[in-house]
């Protein structure tokens, strides 16, 4: 089956500790992203890959980085966690992001900092 | 800068009504515009608008965009209660691959 997988579903942590959300996509899609998503705000692009070990800043990186060293891979890192980064995050891929490809979504992380 | 504006924010009507959901955009180098439906986390696609005036349809959901005012609109005809959603417009952008988002619109269909 075509999907996005994103692991944990749901994280509780604390401010400094670091942790890693991990996404992977089977459809051996070129583009991935991930978004944060808050009440009121919409879905925010936090950074984006066109390609295997091409990663660019999207609107809000401050605080993560990502890495793409496969193809299917696409790992959210934050080093010291923050309570403003509790939020809803979501991966997501497409084929081809550069013509407008729908995006496929994995089924989201909740994540507090506490 | 770039932004796309979804109303109302908020919608509640009764199952069987006919909703209008709107989106604006302003975006650089406009591609096209997407719909999406968020019921319990991921977003869902609904339909991708490229040309003005074309109309897109799925069962009871349909979509028009038009260029000229910058605008696009999503109907859905004879709600059910499975409608309820957030309804989420992305505008895509031909010069730097985003989407830019809107906000949403929450649609609450009661029965």
């Known amino acids: 089956e075509a999907q996005v997988t994103q692991n944990p579903r749901y994280l509780i942590t604390v401010t400094g500790k670091k942790l890693t959300v991990t996404c992977s996509q089977n459809?051996?899609?070129?583009?991935m992203s991930w978004y944060r998503q808050d009440p009121g705000l919409g879905l925010r692009q936090i950074y984006y890959?066109?390609?295997?070990?091409?990663?660019d800043k999207g609107d809000v990186p401050e605080g993560y980085k990502v890495s793409r060293k496969e193809k299917r891979n696409f790992p959210l890192i934050l080093e010291s966690p923050s309570p403003n980064q509790t939020s809803l995050y979501f991966c997501?891929?497409?084929?081809?992001?550069?013509?407008?490809?729908?995006?496929?979504f994995g089924s989201g992380t909740q994540l507090s900092v506490l | 800068e770039d932004k796309v504006v979804q109303s109302p924010l908020s919608l509640v009507v009764h199952e069987g009504d006919t909703v209008t959901l709107n989106c604006s955009y302003e975006?650089?180098?406009?591609?096209?515009l997407l719909w999406y439906k968020q019921e319990k986390k991921a977003p869902t696609f609904l339909f991708m608008l490229?040309?003005s005036g074309i109309e897109k349809k799925s069962g009871r959901l349909s979509s028009i965009l038009d260029k000229k005012e910058l605008s696009s609109i999503l109907n859905i005809t004879a709600t059910q209660t499975g409608d309820s959603a957030i309804y989420l417009c992305?505008?895509?952008?031909?010069?730097?691959?985003?989407?830019?988002w809107g906000a949403g619109t929450k649609l609450i269909i009661k029965p």
């Open positions: 997501a891929s497409s084929l081809n992001q550069g013509i407008g490809e729908k995006l496929f």
């Open positions: 459809m051996n899609h070129e583009y």
């Open positions: 890959s066109m390609n295997v070990e091409v990663t």
């Open positions: 975006v650089t180098n406009f591609r096209s």
């Open positions: 490229t040309s």
């Open positions: 992305a505008g895509h952008s031909d010069s730097n691959y985003q989407l830019i």
